[in-house]
């Protein structure tokens, strides 16, 4: 296996992204191949396979590295699921759909159930890993916090998917007002 701090290393696995998020743009998720891929970053099959398992493994490093890339330091290092962190939240979240479906063609809906998935997961880690920190454990039972941010993290990317699919992307702040207190009610947390 290759040793992930090579500065050799991390360039070919940036070469091999790049190479990834252009093909995405242009053919499509289903119509890439390893070979293109290996060819667009000017490298051969073998190095490819040496860096990931196969197309699916980078796609899911691609939206990792994309999703938690946006999440601000605020949310990273809060200690509180408040208002603010919960508004937070949705806009990242609405952005992140909105720039992944607008750069990736997503012709197919096995990718798009795939993204989709991922990001709610990534979500829900983001909002468990508030809940438990800090003065939180009194509100989440600790064997309980997997089921409230799976809960909380669905309805933020429902409603910021639903949003993004009606067209209503430009009234961002509608969206943050009609889920913010239905979130923040259902958390029994709601603050301004």
Not at 30 to 58: C, G, M, P, S, V
Not at 111 to 122: F, P, R, S
Not at 139 to 155: C, R
């Amino acid at each position: 296996m290759v040793k992930l701090q090579d500065p050799r290393v991390l360039r070919t696995r940036q070469l091999i992204r790049e190479a990834f998020k252009e093909l995405l743009r242009s053919k499509g998720f289903d119509a890439i191949a390893i070979k293109d891929i290996a060819q667009k970053a000017t490298i051969n099959r073998a190095t490819f396979y040496a860096h990931y398992e196969d197309k699916y493994a980078l796609l899911e490093e691609t939206i990792e590295k994309a999703f938690h890339g946006m999440i601000p330091e605020e949310v990273v290092n809060a200690r509180e699921f408040t208002g603010e962190i919960c508004d937070q939240l949705i806009l990242l979240t609405h952005r992140y759909i909105v720039d992944f479906y607008r750069i990736c063609r997503m012709d197919s809906k096995s990718i798009a159930k795939l993204v989709d998935e991922k990001i709610k997961k990534m979500l829900q880690q983001t909002i468990e890993s508030i809940f438990l920190k800090g003065d939180n454990h009194q509100m989440v039972v600790l064997h309980h916090s997997k089921i409230i941010s799976a809960m909380t993290g669905s309805a933020i990317y429902g409603a910021a998917h639903c949003w993004f699919m009606s067209g209503e992307n430009d009234r961002t702040d509608l969206l943050v007002d009609i889920v913010r207190p239905y979130v923040m009610n259902g958390l029994g947390l709601y603050r301004k």
